[in-house]
């Protein structure tokens, strides 16, 4: 911050970019991680408009799990840009997120044969359909 209000941050911005660049040319699996952030992101924000119905039914039954993958989704974009490490950043959450998310969707019980899931609200996760709903206080 030091450097934006003085005039020197420039240098510190172009070491920035071209090491986030340069993270993305180390190797030709450095390039899936921005699709699978893409994908990841919107799977997680509107699950229900890709169809990820085992995902629906994770918000249903565990309320919290909406904000916590939004919030290491976004922790993980953030820290791309932020950090000069690049895309090492969300390569390095993935691993510890991607296990903990199908354990706890492999765990729901199974819901009965010819149910879809009930609609789930696609404002995004920062709205929950709780506080969306005029009647909930």
Excluded at 16 to 30: D, R, Y
Excluded at 41 to 46: E, I
Aim: proline letters at 9%; a positive charge; glycine letters at 10%.
């Amino acid at each position: 911050m030091g450097q934006v209000l003085h005039g020197g941050a420039s240098g510190t911005l172009h070491r920035k970019v071209s090491s986030n660049l340069g993270s993305l040319t180390e190797s030709v699996w450095s390039l899936v991680i921005p699709v699978v952030l893409a994908v990841t992101g919107v799977a997680v924000c509107w699950p229900g408009r890709v169809r990820a119905w085992l995902l629906v039914r994770g918000y249903q039954a565990v309320p919290l799990l909406r904000p916590a993958l939004s919030a290491i989704w976004l922790t993980g974009v953030l820290g791309w840009f932020a950090e000069d490490s690049g895309v090492t950043v969300p390569a390095a959450a993935f691993p510890l997120v991607l296990p903990l998310t199908i354990a706890i969707l492999s765990s729901l019980p199974p819901r009965s044969a010819g149910a879809r899931p009930a609609p789930v609200n696609e404002d995004g996760p920062w709205v929950s359909s709780a506080s969306a709903d005029p009647g909930y206080l």
